[in-house]
């Protein structure tokens, strides 16, 4: 047998037990027949792939199923208490890192600040405080099966590869085979956007949705498409980047060179920019230029300022026409909304829903949902989503059946 035949049924056997798994982990309780009849494969090869996933502790038998006449059939669930794994997000000024079970419980977390810009600094900054995590929460730590770290900007989620990271000199950097060789777990690396994406359609507000939309305001805006219940990201691998769509011809200068991009306009930094220049103008505002962040001009939007609010409209206005664009290019079930600037939703989601009820199809704005995604504050979620995308998938689930 040559090393092309042999690599080509290997390939075939984490396939088939990745579609095992993803029947037990999405429908169990679950029985050997029924996932046969489910995934068409033999119930000879089915006995073989879950033994040896019982075997490796990634499944569980459970009560016995209801019989249907004959022999009553056991159930199989996965385990989701006894793995746990370490989601990180490294961010322009701080690295947050949580501790996690496979029902995406978080058992711990802590957040500090990033100082060092330089890569190799930055590097060993974050192996410090990963390790410092890892020994500090030993006690909840029963076996560690990966890692995995989201940021913003671009990458290369199959290389591990940071190819562009605004702010931190990370651009080339192999960073997944960096920490997976240091700490000798698989490695998963993926923009934050996108991934918090993901995590929203595993656990959050778009599960119930195949196809969603996921638009992040905060330093920059990022976007996350859904398609078919993956992320999309076509041949380059980075999807989403409508920060740098122009909405305003002779606009601000962008940091990518270009005028009128989306984020020289809605992203937290301008956002506040804007307000403290109509403040300087003289307009009526109880809001306090010294002590201005989005948390208070979302409150002062929340109780009806009109400076507040006519900011928060205007946000509204150009993230609406851009998601008018998507929703005509995507068509999705769902949009979801993240970032700070959320917590004025009463007055930005009503100037988006206008925006793109004038700009879109008919067809693809009637009765489409746009609403906060849910998870608003929990910054490590999206590597939580790259951990259950590769044991879905069975890159990771591979792995852990040949511990």
Avoid: W
Avoid at 52 to 73: K, W
Avoid at 175 to 184: D, G, I, R
């Amino acid at each position: 047998m040559t090393e092309g035949q042999i690599a080509n049924i290997d390939l075939v056997k984490q396939v088939n037990a990745a579609a095992v798994y993803r029947i037990i982990d999405q429908q169990g309780p679950v029985s050997r027949i029924q996932i046969a009849d489910i995934c068409q494969l033999a119930p000879a090869s089915i006995t073989k792939i879950t033994r040896q996933m019982l075997e490796h502790g990634l499944i569980r038998e459970e009560a016995l199923l209801e019989s249907t006449g004959g022999r009553r059939a056991i159930a199989l669930v996965a385990e989701q208490q006894r793995f746990q794994f370490i989601s990180c997000r490294l961010g322009r000024k701080s690295v947050h890192i949580g501790l996690y079970n496979l029902a995406a419980k978080e058992l711990a977390r802590i957040e500090q600040p990033l100082t060092e810009r330089e890569r190799e600094p930055v590097i060993a900054s974050l192996k410090s405080a990963l390790e410092c995590f890892i020994a500090s929460h030993k006690k909840q730590i029963n076996q560690l099966i990966g890692l995995a770290v989201t940021l913003p900007g671009l990458v290369n989620p199959e290389s591990g590869e940071v190819l562009y990271m605004p702010s931190l000199s990370l651009a080339g950097s192999p960073l997944a085979s960096e920490l997976e060789t240091h700490f000798k777990l698989p490695t998963f690396i993926g923009n934050d956007t996108r991934s918090l994406a993901l995590a929203e359609h595993f656990f959050g507000a778009s599960r119930d949705c195949q196809d969603s939309i996921l638009v992040s305001v905060h330093n920059g805006t990022g976007a996350g498409i859904i398609s078919k219940g993956k992320v999309l990201l076509g041949q380059n691998r980075n999807v989403g980047e409508i920060g740098h769509i122009q909405v305003e011809r002779f606009g601000r200068r962008c940091q990518c060179g270009n005028f009128g991009c989306l984020e020289t306009i809605v992203s937290n930094p301008a956002i506040l920019e804007r307000t403290r220049e109509l403040l300087t103008r003289g307009h009526v505002s109880l809001l306090d230029p010294a002590a201005l962040d989005i948390e208070s001009l979302c409150s002062a939007a929340n109780r009806g300022d009109p400076l507040a609010c006519e900011v928060i409209r205007q946000t509204g206005e150009y993230l609406g026409q851009t998601i008018a664009i998507m929703v005509n290019l995507f068509n999705p079930q769902k949009v979801l909304l993240a970032g700070e600037i959320v917590a004025a939703q009463k007055v930005l989601i009503p100037a988006i829903q206008r925006c793109v009820e004038h700009q879109s199809l008919p067809s693809f704005h009637a009765g489409l949902p746009i609403e906060p995604a849910a998870f608003q504050s929990q910054a490590t979620m999206g590597g939580v989503a790259l951990i259950k995308r590769a044991l879905l998938e069975g890159d990771l689930l591979q792995r852990m059946m040949e511990m």
